[in-house]
């Protein structure tokens, strides 16, 4: 179903998605690795990435931290 979020909106609309996981990784969540890739495609082709490094807040400031 996200393929055909993706695939309506393309060239028509804008889309902001949020992921922990590198583009290599999605064959693996959507269980096709040619879907995977055509959103990729999509994506990218007039798409803006942006990376954040660094520590996590959430994780930082977790109430269940490890000890």
Known sequence: MLFRVIADSYESRSLVITTNLEFSKWGTVFTDD??????????AHHGHLLVFEGESYRMKHALMKER
């Open 34 to 43: 040619q879907m995977a890739a055509a959103m990729i495609d999509r994506l």
